[in-house]
């Protein structure tokens, strides 16, 4: 008699149903776990793309909603015209005031070198005139040289300039020298506007929240442009000739003129000689 009796056909089978059901059991649990990490899976990374649209959308609105404002913005202590009247003891003042005394007019861009040429060895005798009072210096700060700079130094450094007019106007004297020395060379990459906001600070500039943000977000880009289109399509402030380039300056409306930019414009004796000329 066997101690292991061989199962049955009955038995088998059997056994065979409850082997299958457990086969068939273990193979949906595997499925329905596959279908959960699948559905999950695709449902983060719908939301994933979702979320990135939503970011890029408000990203886009935002900077939409940033232009459109900017472009209403003009910077307070500016005439209608961009210009920025620099009296004396080096504070801004108005228009009132400006035809009381010598006046001298400016267009510059920041990133012109002829400008510059201008701007550094004169730049002690101006400040002299105007801090005490013997001129008012109407600097008009516009921006057509971006092509001549990898980074658009040109408008940046104009945008920068008109943030502090708006905010701090007594420091403008100093800033508007100090981009100056910070001129890149032409075709080159200008300061970061990091480095600007550095350059301010050099001169006493308080980088506070206002001026960070108007700076980051170049608020005054749109003033700059309708100021530079509107200067090279009329007459010069207080004169009778539409500026050709920069720098076009002029002592009470008439007009410095140079033949020699190297010898003339570094000249500071030939252009105070002129000033006295043209004096009231």
């Known amino acids: 008699m066997s101690l292991n009796p061989r199962p049955t056909r009955s038995e088998q089978r059997e056994a065979a149903r409850a082997k299958a059901r457990e086969l068939r059991e273990k193979r949906a649990k595997g499925d329905k776990r596959k279908r959960f990490i699948i ?5 983060l990374a719908i939301v994933g793309v979702v979320a990135g649209v939503a970011w890029l959308i408000f990203s886009f609105s935002q900077e939409a909603i940033n232009n459109g404002e900017n472009a209403k913005k003009s910077p307070a202590n500016v005439t209608a015209l961009g210009g920025v009247l620099v009296g004396k003891d080096l504070k801004l003042v108005t228009p009132a ?54 980074n658009n130094y040109s408008s940046r450094a104009t945008n920068a300039a008109f943030c502090v007019a708006n905010s701090q106007p007594n420091k403008f004297f100093d800033v508007n020298n100090a981009l100056y020395t910070n ?68 002592v009470n409306g008439v007009q410095y003129t140079w033949t020699d930019t190297a010898a003339d414009l570094p000249n500071p004796g030939r252009f105070a000689q002129f000033f006295d000329l043209n004096k009231k």
């Open 97 to 150: 005031e400006a035809a009381k005394t010598n006046h001298i007019v400016i267009y510059q861009d920041y990133q012109c070198p002829i400008c510059r040429l201008f701007e550094e060895p004169n730049a002690s005798q101006i400040k002299t005139w105007a801090d005490k009072g013997l001129a008012v210096i109407e600097y008009h700060p516009i921006s057509f040289l971006d092509g001549a700079s990898l």
């Open 183 to 250: 001129q890149p060379e032409e075709n080159t990459s200008g300061p970061t506007d990091a480095e600007i906001k550095d350059t301010l600070r050099s001169v006493g500039v308080a980088m506070s929240g206002e001026m960070n943000e108007c700076i980051d977000q170049k608020r005054y880009a749109k003033f700059i442009d309708n100021r530079t289109s509107e200067a090279f399509g009329q007459n010069a402030v207080t004169g009778n000739s539409i500026p050709q380039g920069t720098p076009h300056i002029l």
């Open 39 to 43: 559905t999950t899976s695709v449902t």
